[in-house]
């Protein structure tokens, strides 16, 4: 099963409301991933979580905040968004990278968000 | 840091053609490179994938070319289909975390 789940599949929400993204991999993976993806252009990490750790945070303002509770969920907590924050949010996991080499990683499908 | 750079951003070709879609990269330390495919309101999904210690990869219909000493790798799809219509990206490793750094995307249209 190579299955990465993300719920919800659309939202639709204020800019002074306050709402969750989650994500849920029952592959065994160690590394989990959040990744936005604006129209037509390539996805672009947010952050990486390794062994339930933040390891990489690519200067992603506060009003997004990451939450992993186990080795199987992560979450991405949603504040005070801006309309420009509309985009595809996508999770992925994989096992972390071992020093020689790194490990297939998967996506969900996405969580489509719209801030009005 | 890892830059990766994909063309064509579009590609048209008859059902049955092949497709060759074309990625560069700047680190020559990079090993790994993945290709997804991603059909519209859906992730993206691994399609293939291929590692700086061979030179070629084949699954079916798609195969992956890697020239290290160019610095640049290749995705080829043979006897297409109008399923495969959809964006391909290439990714490289974009540091030591397990993320990745992804080209443009091509969007690939299979007429029938």
């Known amino acids: 099963d190579t299955e990465v789940t993300q719920t919800p599949k659309h939202l639709v929400m204020g800019m002074t409301n306050k709402k969750s993204l989650k994500c849920e991999q029952h592959?065994?993976?160690?590394?989990m991933y959040w990744y936005k993806q604006k129209a037509k252009k390539p996805p672009e990490l947010m952050f990486v979580?390794?062994?339930?750790?933040?390891?990489i945070n690519e200067s992603v303002p506060s009003r997004f905040s990451p939450e992993c509770p186990n080795s199987s969920l992560l979450n991405l907590h949603l504040h005070a968004l801006q309309p420009e924050d509309s985009a595809l949010y996508l999770c992925?996991?994989?096992?972390?990278?071992?020093?020689?080499?790194?490990?297939?990683?998967?996506f969900g499908p996405g969580t489509r968000l719209t801030v009005l | 840091g890892e830059n990766v750079e994909q063309h064509p951003s579009t590609l048209s070709v008859q059902e049955g053609d092949s497709a060759v879609i074309k990625c560069t990269y700047s680190?020559?330390?990079?090993?790994?490179f993945p290709w997804y495919k991603q059909e519209l309101g859906k992730g993206p999904q691994l399609i293939i994938d291929?590692?700086?210690?061979?030179g070629e990869k084949k699954d079916q219909r798609i195969a992956v070319t890697l020239n290290k000493t160019a610095k640049h790798f290749s995705l080829h799809i043979t006897e297409t289909q109008p399923e495969d219509s959809a964006v391909y990206f290439c990714?490289?490793?974009?540091?030591?975390?397990?993320?990745?750094?992804f080209g443009k995307g091509t969007k690939l249209s299979v007429k029938p």
């Open positions: 990714a490289a490793p974009g540091g030591s975390q397990g993320n990745l750094i």
């Open positions: 680190d020559s330390a990079s090993n790994y």
């Open positions: 291929i590692r700086s210690n061979v």
């Open positions: 979580y390794s062994y339930e750790k933040l390891s």
């Open positions: 592959m065994g993976h160690r590394a």
């Open positions: 992925a996991s994989s096992q972390p990278s071992p020093l020689a080499g790194y490990n297939e990683q998967f």
